[in-house]
Protein backbone atom coordinates (compact mmCIF):
# COMPACT_ATOMS: atom_id res chain seq x y z
CA UNK A 1 0.00 0.00 0.00
CA UNK A 2 1.18 3.73 -0.55
CA UNK A 3 2.01 5.94 2.07
CA UNK A 4 2.61 9.89 1.95
CA UNK A 5 4.15 11.80 4.98
CA UNK A 6 4.67 14.97 5.66
CA UNK A 7 6.41 15.50 8.21
CA UNK A 8 6.01 19.47 9.14
CA UNK A 9 2.29 19.77 11.04
CA UNK A 10 2.63 23.61 11.33
CA UNK A 11 4.74 26.46 8.95
CA UNK A 12 4.69 30.10 9.25
CA UNK A 13 6.53 32.34 6.86
CA UNK A 14 6.19 36.40 6.16
CA UNK A 15 4.22 37.66 3.47
CA UNK A 16 6.31 38.30 0.35
CA UNK A 17 8.87 35.41 1.69
CA UNK A 18 8.98 31.97 0.17
CA UNK A 19 8.25 28.97 2.10
CA UNK A 20 9.20 25.16 1.26
CA UNK A 21 6.63 22.17 2.31
CA UNK A 22 8.11 18.76 2.65
CA UNK A 23 6.64 15.46 1.49
CA UNK A 24 7.64 11.84 1.08
CA UNK A 25 6.19 8.61 -0.14
CA UNK A 26 6.25 4.95 -0.37
CA UNK A 27 5.52 3.14 -3.28
CA UNK A 28 6.85 0.45 -5.52
CA UNK A 29 5.32 1.58 -8.55
CA UNK A 30 7.13 3.56 -11.52
CA UNK A 31 3.99 5.42 -12.93
CA UNK A 32 1.88 7.34 -10.78
CA UNK A 33 0.81 10.83 -9.80
CA UNK A 34 1.62 13.15 -7.55
CA UNK A 35 -0.28 16.22 -6.01
CA UNK A 36 -0.70 19.37 -3.90
CA UNK A 37 -4.13 20.55 -2.94
CA UNK A 38 -4.72 23.44 -0.98
CA UNK A 39 -7.80 23.42 1.82
CA UNK A 40 -8.59 26.90 2.89
CA UNK A 41 -10.31 27.75 5.89
CA UNK A 42 -13.52 27.85 4.50
CA UNK A 43 -12.87 23.96 3.62
CA UNK A 44 -13.39 23.88 -0.34
CA UNK A 45 -10.17 21.79 -1.33
CA UNK A 46 -8.48 22.60 -4.27
CA UNK A 47 -5.43 21.59 -6.55
CA UNK A 48 -2.81 23.68 -6.62
CA UNK A 49 -0.14 21.62 -8.84
CA UNK A 50 -0.04 17.95 -10.03
CA UNK A 51 3.29 15.86 -11.64
CA UNK A 52 3.39 13.31 -13.60
CA UNK A 53 6.28 10.70 -12.32
CA UNK A 54 7.42 9.66 -15.85
CA UNK A 55 8.26 13.59 -16.38
CA UNK A 56 11.36 14.38 -15.04
CA UNK A 57 10.52 18.70 -15.27
CA UNK A 58 9.27 19.71 -12.08
CA UNK A 59 6.18 21.19 -12.48
CA UNK A 60 5.49 24.93 -11.74
CA UNK A 61 1.89 26.89 -11.60
CA UNK A 62 2.66 30.55 -11.19
CA UNK A 63 3.80 31.08 -8.08
CA UNK A 64 3.78 27.50 -6.69
CA UNK A 65 6.49 24.57 -7.94
CA UNK A 66 7.68 21.44 -7.22
CA UNK A 67 11.01 19.90 -6.13
CA UNK A 68 10.35 16.25 -7.40
CA UNK A 69 13.57 13.65 -6.78
CA UNK A 70 11.96 10.20 -8.08
CA UNK A 71 14.72 7.91 -6.45
CA UNK A 72 14.69 10.19 -2.99
CA UNK A 73 10.55 9.20 -3.31
CA UNK A 74 10.43 13.35 -2.00
CA UNK A 75 7.89 15.82 -3.72
CA UNK A 76 8.07 19.43 -1.79
CA UNK A 77 6.08 22.06 -2.62
CA UNK A 78 7.96 26.30 -3.20
CA UNK A 79 5.60 28.91 -2.66
CA UNK A 80 7.47 32.07 -3.81
CA UNK A 81 6.28 35.71 -3.20
CA UNK A 82 3.45 34.37 -0.20
CA UNK A 83 0.45 36.13 0.13
CA UNK A 84 -2.32 36.44 2.94
CA UNK A 85 -4.05 34.26 0.65
CA UNK A 86 -1.91 31.58 0.61
CA UNK A 87 -2.98 30.82 4.53
CA UNK A 88 -4.26 27.24 4.56
CA UNK A 89 -4.09 23.56 5.40
CA UNK A 90 -1.47 21.85 2.54
CA UNK A 91 -2.27 18.31 1.32
CA UNK A 92 0.35 15.79 -0.14
CA UNK A 93 -1.11 13.15 -2.13
CA UNK A 94 -0.28 9.80 -4.64
CA UNK A 95 -2.44 8.13 -7.01
CA UNK A 96 -1.18 4.74 -8.67
CA UNK A 97 -1.50 5.49 -12.49
CA UNK A 98 -4.81 4.25 -14.17
CA UNK A 99 -4.43 0.73 -15.87
CA UNK A 100 -7.88 -0.17 -17.04
CA UNK A 101 -9.20 1.58 -14.61
CA UNK A 102 -9.64 4.42 -11.24
CA UNK A 103 -7.72 4.96 -8.79
CA UNK A 104 -7.79 6.66 -5.68
CA UNK A 105 -6.15 9.44 -4.17
CA UNK A 106 -3.36 8.49 -1.01
CA UNK A 107 -3.49 11.61 1.54
CA UNK A 108 -0.94 13.24 3.96
CA UNK A 109 -1.99 14.05 7.10
CA UNK A 110 -1.53 17.66 5.73
CA UNK A 111 1.00 21.10 6.97
CA UNK A 112 -1.09 23.51 8.20
CA UNK A 113 0.86 27.25 6.55
CA UNK A 114 -0.14 30.71 8.08
CA UNK A 115 1.41 33.40 6.31
CA UNK A 116 1.72 36.39 8.52
CA UNK A 117 1.46 40.10 7.16
CA UNK B 1 -19.91 27.06 -14.30
CA UNK B 2 -21.66 26.08 -10.29
CA UNK B 3 -19.01 23.90 -8.09
CA UNK B 4 -19.95 20.65 -6.20
CA UNK B 5 -23.08 21.31 -4.04
CA UNK B 6 -22.94 19.76 -0.65
CA UNK B 7 -25.80 19.55 2.24
CA UNK B 8 -26.22 20.02 5.03
CA UNK B 9 -23.34 21.69 6.29
CA UNK B 10 -23.41 21.00 9.58
CA UNK B 11 -24.77 18.20 11.49
CA UNK B 12 -25.08 17.01 15.10
CA UNK B 13 -26.13 14.02 15.86
CA UNK B 14 -26.20 12.13 18.64
CA UNK B 15 -24.65 8.26 18.94
CA UNK B 16 -26.64 5.38 16.96
CA UNK B 17 -28.95 8.26 15.22
CA UNK B 18 -28.64 8.17 11.83
CA UNK B 19 -27.72 10.77 9.25
CA UNK B 20 -27.59 11.67 5.53
CA UNK B 21 -25.74 13.75 3.14
CA UNK B 22 -26.19 14.75 -0.24
CA UNK B 23 -24.03 16.00 -3.03
CA UNK B 24 -25.08 17.48 -6.64
CA UNK B 25 -21.76 17.22 -8.61
CA UNK B 26 -20.83 19.54 -11.39
CA UNK B 27 -22.67 19.14 -14.38
CA UNK B 28 -21.65 16.75 -16.89
CA UNK B 29 -19.08 14.85 -14.30
CA UNK B 30 -19.36 11.31 -14.99
CA UNK B 31 -17.19 10.56 -11.72
CA UNK B 32 -18.66 11.48 -8.13
CA UNK B 33 -16.32 10.69 -5.03
CA UNK B 34 -16.99 10.66 -0.90
CA UNK B 35 -14.43 11.20 1.10
CA UNK B 36 -14.16 10.85 4.76
CA UNK B 37 -11.74 13.75 6.95
CA UNK B 38 -11.46 12.82 10.57
CA UNK B 39 -9.93 16.27 11.92
CA UNK B 40 -6.05 16.45 11.97
CA UNK B 41 -5.96 14.04 9.21
CA UNK B 42 -6.29 13.59 5.25
CA UNK B 43 -9.22 12.87 3.75
CA UNK B 44 -10.00 9.25 2.74
CA UNK B 45 -11.44 7.94 -0.06
CA UNK B 46 -15.15 5.98 1.07
CA UNK B 47 -16.68 4.92 -1.78
CA UNK B 48 -16.46 6.05 -6.13
CA UNK B 49 -18.99 5.99 -8.23
CA UNK B 50 -18.76 6.51 -12.23
CA UNK B 51 -21.98 7.66 -13.29
CA UNK B 52 -24.54 5.37 -11.64
CA UNK B 53 -22.14 2.06 -10.85
CA UNK B 54 -19.23 1.64 -8.23
CA UNK B 55 -15.99 1.79 -9.28
CA UNK B 56 -14.29 1.35 -5.46
CA UNK B 57 -15.93 1.29 -1.95
CA UNK B 58 -13.23 -0.86 -0.23
CA UNK B 59 -12.97 1.62 2.68
CA UNK B 60 -16.68 1.88 2.92
CA UNK B 61 -17.79 0.61 6.69
CA UNK B 62 -20.82 -1.38 4.96
CA UNK B 63 -22.36 -2.63 8.18
CA UNK B 64 -23.00 1.20 9.03
CA UNK B 65 -22.55 3.27 5.77
CA UNK B 66 -24.49 3.26 2.70
CA UNK B 67 -24.26 5.41 -0.49
CA UNK B 68 -26.21 5.46 -4.07
CA UNK B 69 -25.59 7.91 -6.84
CA UNK B 70 -29.43 7.69 -8.57
CA UNK B 71 -29.62 8.55 -11.93
CA UNK B 72 -25.70 9.36 -12.40
CA UNK B 73 -26.16 12.56 -10.99
CA UNK B 74 -27.13 13.12 -6.89
CA UNK B 75 -25.63 10.98 -4.29
CA UNK B 76 -26.57 10.54 -0.87
CA UNK B 77 -24.03 9.26 1.65
CA UNK B 78 -25.86 7.70 4.60
CA UNK B 79 -24.40 6.10 8.25
CA UNK B 80 -26.82 4.37 10.05
CA UNK B 81 -26.11 3.61 13.68
CA UNK B 82 -23.79 6.41 13.60
CA UNK B 83 -20.86 5.92 16.17
CA UNK B 84 -18.49 8.35 18.29
CA UNK B 85 -16.04 7.78 15.94
CA UNK B 86 -17.67 8.61 12.36
CA UNK B 87 -16.73 12.65 13.84
CA UNK B 88 -15.51 14.08 10.71
CA UNK B 89 -15.87 16.16 7.59
CA UNK B 90 -17.55 14.43 4.72
CA UNK B 91 -16.17 15.93 1.59
CA UNK B 92 -17.59 15.53 -2.01
CA UNK B 93 -15.56 15.87 -5.49
CA UNK B 94 -16.13 14.98 -8.98
CA UNK B 95 -14.33 14.66 -11.66
CA UNK B 96 -15.24 15.37 -15.54
CA UNK B 97 -14.78 11.07 -16.63
CA UNK B 98 -12.22 9.41 -14.54
CA UNK B 99 -9.74 9.44 -11.65
CA UNK B 100 -7.46 10.70 -14.45
CA UNK B 101 -9.28 14.11 -14.30
CA UNK B 102 -8.79 16.50 -11.63
CA UNK B 103 -11.21 16.33 -8.81
CA UNK B 104 -12.89 19.21 -7.95
CA UNK B 105 -14.40 19.20 -4.10
CA UNK B 106 -17.77 20.69 -2.33
CA UNK B 107 -17.34 22.76 1.03
CA UNK B 108 -18.21 19.38 3.00
CA UNK B 109 -20.60 18.40 5.69
CA UNK B 110 -18.94 18.88 9.44
CA UNK B 111 -20.10 16.01 11.18
CA UNK B 112 -20.59 16.04 14.86
CA UNK B 113 -21.79 12.44 16.93
CA UNK B 114 -22.50 13.40 21.05
Known amino acids: AQTVTQSQPEMSVQEAETVTLSCTYD???????LFWYKQPPSRQMILVIR??????QNATENRFSVNFQKAAKSFSLKISDSQLGDTAMYFC??????????????FGKGTKLTVNP | EAGVAQSPRYKIIEKRQSVAFWCNPI?????LYWYQQILGQGPKLLIQ????????DSQLPKDRFSAERLKGVDSTLKIQPAKLEDSAVYLC????????????FGPGTRLTVT
Open chain 2, 93 to 104: ASSFLSSRDEQY
Open chain 1, 27 to 33: TSENNYY
Open chain 1, 51 to 56: QEAYKQ
Open chain 1, 93 to 106: AFMRYPQGGSEKLV
Open chain 2, 27 to 31: SGHAT
Open chain 2, 49 to 56: FQNNGVVD
